[in-house]
């Protein structure tokens, strides 16, 4: 009895398999996503958006997610904040409640100058967070404007049943554009299933030396709203937000307390460079030149640090986050019905440690920056 | 084997070969959280310090990983 149990459920689960991995794509194919690393531009302002935007103002894919983001925060904070009241409702308790847990983590790095550093890593937290989550949407990366495929871009045909000059057209999943050499390595049923769905006759390969606009390699969908983070241009702009910050930050923290006003900040400045150019050492006499060497090498190297941080922020939040799109589109063309849920769940995750990540560091960089020591280091922190 | 060709392979190759870097991301990933829960069991009442630590710790080797990542994807979807 228990053996037969046994059978059935692993019968089920193989059946599950076959059907999802097989049966159902067979019956509904679907539109295989292209992975582009560049963000497309869907609006040109002053250019000729066929031609990838040369001369004019790109608005990209990844601008489009990110003024939405920004439209979406500013919003719903305006909401909170226009009327608060001393015994929060829900929304307004959500809020604070998440705003707390951010200022606890910047407490925690920063102690009672946390105050102070906080501002810019919660909006970047927020930022980052609402920018990851986009990722999960439907619609983002798989609605947009179709234009003509180019270069290795698996094209498609467009459906039949679309209007002609209709504003919303679909791309027929049944019928990729393919050379003759793919069509002739087909089996026979799946030439069979090309006919019968309508499709064009394969498409011959371009000679050397034609042009290439004479093919007609078919429709691909360049998507209106993609993640903001999967565009190296948002990651880099918010890491090079951290370093001012962090230096501006640091400057601040490193005027005396006597001196006030511009011969203040010149000090503090002049002080904090010391850390990143220490030749203070090599002025001392004798043997102890040397250890002023050694300590005014190991200041460029922190300064160089802080440039590598640039570099490391960057590609961290860039490389999440894309990596975990193209894993998307990667388990989409292999179990394309239900497959894509353990991806979205596994990304829900990788989206809030990112944004946390950021956020840390951010803290941390600013609290070091921060320290002062040497010789006219104020006690305490 | 014309250059095409060999400027294909050698792309392909390159992106597999570069994956090989996250071997000692990997590594360094277990350790800070073998480590981390261990203190963690030595220590319960510091897990959520020990907890913030290890989430950074685990950032700056996950980021050498990330990096190998980037240098394969721009070799597939870029050059």
Request: proline share 5%.
């Amino acid at each position: 009895m228990n053996a037969i149990a046994r059978l059935i459920r692993w019968a089920v689960i193989v059946g599950l398999f076959v059907f999802l991995c097989g049966i159902l794509p067979r019956l509904f194919p679907t539109i295989l996503p292209t992975v582009s690393v560049e963000a497309e531009p869907v609006l040109c302002l002053g250019g000729d958006l066929a031609h990838h935007c040369e001369g004019g103002f790109a608005v990209t894919n990844s601008l489009v997610a990110t003024l939405i983001v920004d439209v979406a925060l500013i919003a719903i904070f305006l909401i909170i904040s226009r009327s608060p009241r001393l015994v929060p409702g829900r929304l307004q308790n959500f809020f604070e409640a998440f705003i707390e847990i951010l200022y606890g983590q910047a407490e925690q790095v920063a102690g009672k100058n946390a105050a102070r550093i906080f501002p810019v890593g919660a909006t970047i937290f927020l930022f980052v967070f609402f920018a990851n989550y986009m990722e999960l949407l439907p619609g983002v990366e798989s609605v947009g404007y179709v234009h003509h495929a180019e270069g290795d871009v698996q094209g498609y045909e467009l459906d039949p049943s679309t209007p002609e000059g209709s504003f919303l057209v679909f791309l027929n999943p049944r019928c990729p554009v393919i050379t003759q050499d793919a069509y002739d390595r087909l089996t026979p049923a799946a030439q069979q299933a090309r006919a019968e769905a309508g499709c064009r006759e394969p498409i011959h390969e371009a000679a050397e030396g034609e042009g290439e606009s004479e093919v007609d390699r078919g429709w691909t969908v360049v998507p209106t709203v993609r993640t903001a983070s999967t565009d190296i241009n948002v990651t880099l702009a918010l890491a090079l937000m951290v370093f001012i910050s962090t230096q501006v930050y640091g400057a601040i923290n490193h005027i005396p307390h006597d001196r006030k006003g511009v011969a203040g900040v010149l000090t503090g400045i002049k002080r904090y460079a010391n850390k990143f150019f220490n030749t203070g050492g090599l002025k001392k006499p004798g043997p102890a030149k040397i250890f002023g060497a050694i300590d005014w090498f190991a200041s460029l190297l922190e300064g160089l640090g802080e440039f590598v941080r640039i570099v490391s922020f960057t590609f961290r939040l860039f490389g999440n986050i894309f990596a975990g799109t193209v894993l998307i589109f990667v388990v989409m063309s292999l179990v394309p019905y239900v497959g894509p849920v353990a991806t979205l769940l596994l990304e829900t995750f990788v989206g809030l440690i990112q944004a946390y990540v950021f956020m840390m560091l951010a803290f941390v960089f600013m609290n070091a920056a921060a320290q002062v020591h040497g010789e006219h280091g104020e006690a305490g922190h | 084997m014309d250059i095409e060709t060999a400027t294909v392979l050698a792309k392909y190759l390159g992106a597999g070969f570069a994956m090989i870097g996250t071997i000692g991301a990997g590594i360094g990933i277990g350790l800070a959280v073998g480590g981390a829960v261990q203190a963690m069991g030595r220590n319960p009442d510091a897990a959520s310090l020990i907890q913030t630590n290890m989430i950074l710790g685990v950032a700056f080797s996950e980021a050498i990983g990330i990096f190998c990542l980037v240098v394969s994807l721009i070799l597939l979807f870029v050059i």
